[in-house]
């Protein structure tokens, strides 16, 4: 069972654009979200996070909108740039043992054009 | 400065060969991960380690092993390569009560 979906599975925006990024998980006890950009031939590094206690959280351009009754999150970059172009992932973890262990969702391929 | 690197970065091996993929940590994480990431799938939790001598299963952990004898490393065997195990894997570390994982580089293997 998929504990985290996400949505698009691709994205295609121009340069200038919104991207918009959806998740959605299952586990009411998971309690930090975190999204992952990835770079071809790179491993994923740490984006933006959100607690559930708060229901946005933006740094630069990049935004998260977390919604805890409907269990759904997402990322929005605005004035979306090619180098943003690469994977991105959400995750969903809980604390256990005091440690934190992302399950991810299946990741989006974005891709801005000039 | 510390960081996470994975060895080999790539390897082809044969089925049914044992195969051992090494992850160093330099950053003194308690946690450490490893993850196989598939088109379509996304990254996928194979095993996971609090600290020394403590390891646990993850979601796909079926003919995986792995080992905890310090804190900075991490290896993970596949006791008898098999196609289906094909993959990009990453190891990750993160702090206790840290929320963030590090991750590597990523071995890219290919069992033929």
């Known amino acids: 069972q998929q504990q985290v979906k996400q949505s698009p599975q691709s994205l295609i925006v121009q340069k200038g654009g919104i991207s918009i990024i959806n998740c959605a998980y299952e586990?009411?006890?998971?309690?930090?979200f975190p999204w992952y950009q990835q770079f071809p031939g790179k491993g994923p590094a740490l984006l933006i996070a959100?607690?559930?206690?708060?229901s946005e959280k933006k740094e630069g351009r990049f935004t998260i909108s977390f919604n805890k009754s409907a269990k759904q999150f997402s990322l929005h970059i605005m004035d979306s740039q090619p180098g943003d172009s690469a994977t991105y992932f959400c995750a969903a973890s809980r604390e256990s043992g005091g440690s934190y262990i992302p399950t991810f969702g299946r990741g989006t391929s974005l891709i801005v054009h000039p | 400065d510390a960081e996470i690197t994975q060895s080999p970065r790539h390897k082809i091996t044969e089925t049914g060969r044992q195969v051992t993929l090494a992850c160093h940590q330099t950053w003194n994480h308690n946690n450490m991960f490893w993850y196989r990431q598939d088109l379509g799938h996304g990254l996928r939790l194979i095993h996971y380690?609090?600290?020394?001598?403590?390891?646990n299963k993850g979601e796909v952990s079926d003919g995986y092993s792995v080992s905890r004898s310090n804190t900075e490393d991490l290896p993970l065997t596949l006791e008898s390569a098999a196609s289906s195990q094909t993959s990009v894997y990453f190891c990750?570390?993160?702090?206790?009560?840290?929320?963030?994982?590090?991750f590597g580089q990523g071995t890219r293997l290919t069992v033929v």
């Open positions: 959100i607690r559930p206690d708060v």
């Open positions: 586990n009411t006890a998971f309690d930090y």
């Open positions: 380690s609090y600290g020394v001598q403590d390891t």
């Open positions: 990750a570390s993160s702090g206790t009560a840290n929320t963030e994982a590090f």
